[in-house]
């Protein structure tokens, strides 16, 4: 028998996610330097870490000993910004692990998860890793979800059911009384908070209340710190000591650890970058809207989906590739016709727009 041949099935029909990549990465593949690469496809903060980030870290003495496995001083400083106790929070390497934490913690074989499309792809994709099965209840036209069809989708084998608000890629929120009759089910809901800092509404306070209640958070977007991996989920106590005792002992790395905590003392400075996105997503909003070509998608992240007509929407996404600017697209029968774009910066939204000119008219 061949070595391969022992690969558990599932893995040999999996499809591999589609990750954003990285500057360099993206730069030689379509030739611009790597200052010249405009970079609106991972949803990542073009200002990046606060500056006391860079100082603790270049101030750290410990990168040669094992991190806190127990995270403590992390846990409770993530404690204080959320306003729990830290024996709610733990912390992972990105949600992304959190999410694939969860998914194993929850799901025997064949058991299944609930999946809201569009929306993130590492739900349906980390399923599949934990050997779950996917259910899948698409959003509506104005992408709101499907209250009574997730509700009948979560049948006795039903685990998890992930609610992304806002949600990637359309930008919308889902309210609490929603997240609340999803509650009921009672099967485990994950409501992905990554866009918190940019929207400010957070169902995180209902956490005590409720033991069928995971919030899930980042430091990826408003905090740029994506390279260095460091998400956290606020979980009734029960199951926050299921993940400490599950989880790999080390993983937020030192390097990880400092930032985000250096992030937390420095929340002045980083909720001043979001107010600067929040201000140029406006402008993004209102420029693309101009776009006779271009319908905006209303956004409380720091995104925007915008529906590409005339069938063109792959085009203009390899048409500004070629120019050195990456937007998201996503070749599915729901999106086809959309293209996500991250907010940048002010001169990024300029070099978009001149762009854009470019390829539509050329
Ligand atoms: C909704 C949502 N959740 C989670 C993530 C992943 O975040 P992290 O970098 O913390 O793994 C993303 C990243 O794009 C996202 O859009």
């Known amino acids: 028998m061949k070595a391969e041949e022992l690969v558990c099935r599932r893995f040999q029909a999996l499809k591999a996610y589609d990750p954003t990549r990285s500057v360099e990465a993206l730069a030689q593949e379509v030739g611009v330097s790597v200052a010249g690469v405009v970079k609106l496809d991972?949803?990542?903060?073009?200002?990046?870490?606060?500056?006391?980030?860079?100082?603790?870290?270049?101030?750290?003495p410990y990168f040669h000993i094992y991190p806190d496995p127990?995270?403590?001083?992390?846990?409770?400083?993530?404690?204080?910004?959320?306003?729990?106790?830290?024996e709610y929070i733990v912390a992972g390497a990105g949600s992304d692990e959190l999410i694939d934490l969860i998914l194993r913690l929850f799901l025997d074989p064949g058991d299944r998860v609930v999946n809201l499309p569009p929306t993130f792809g590492m739900y349906p994709f980390?399923?599949?890793?934990?050997?779950?099965?996917?259910?899948?209840?698409?959003?509506?036209?104005?992408?709101?979800?499907d209250l009574e069809g997730a509700k009948k989708a979560a049948g006795p084998r039903t685990k998890v059911v992930f609610v992304a608000s806002p949600n990637n890629p359309s930008g919308t929120t889902t309210d609490r009384k929603t997240?609340?009759?999803?509650?009921?089910?009672?099967?485990?809901?994950?409501?992905?908070?990554?866009?918190?800092?940019?929207?400010?509404?957070?169902?995180?306070?209902?956490?005590?209340?409720?033991?069928?209640?995971?919030?899930?958070?980042?430091?990826?977007?408003?905090?740029?710190?994506?390279?260095l991996r460091v998400g956290y989920g606020a979980f009734p106590r029960a199951i926050a000591e299921y993940i400490m005792k599950m989880k790999p002992p080390y993983n937020i790395n030192a390097a990880a650890q400092v930032a985000a905590l250096a992030s937390l003392r420095d929340l002045e400075y980083l909720r001043g970058r979001v107010q600067d996105i929040l201000k140029e997503r406006e402008r993004l909003f209102f420029e693309l809207s101009r776009l006779l070509y271009m319908r905006p998608h209303p956004s409380r992240a720091n995104f925007i989906l915008c529906r590409v007509m005339g069938g063109r929407a792959k085009y203009l996404w390899q048409g500004l590739r070629q120019r050195g600017i990456f937007v998201r697209y996503f070749d599915t029968p729901r999106l086809k016709d959309f293209v996500r774009i991250s907010v940048g910066r002010p001169e990024d939204?300029?070099?978009?727009?001149?762009?854009?000119?470019?390829?539509?008219?050329?």
């Open 42 to 60: 991972g949803n990542e903060n073009p200002y990046g870490p606060s500056p006391r980030v860079k100082r603790a870290l270049a101030r750290y």
């Open 179 to 227: 997240i609340q009759a999803l509650l009921k089910t009672g099967i485990i809901v994950v409501v992905d908070e990554a866009y918190y800092e940019f929207c400010g509404e957070t169902v995180a306070d209902l956490v005590p209340k409720y033991d069928n209640l995971i919030v899930l958070r980042t430091f990826s977007k408003w905090a740029g710190l994506a390279g």
């Open 70 to 86: 127990y995270q403590t001083a992390l846990r409770k400083a993530l404690a204080g910004y959320v306003g729990l106790g830290e």
């Open 349 to 362: 939204t300029d070099a978009l727009l001149a762009a854009l000119k470019e390829v539509a008219h050329g």
């Open 126 to 145: 980390s399923t599949l890793v934990c050997g779950g099965e996917v259910a899948e209840v698409p959003r509506d036209d104005d992408f709101q979800i």
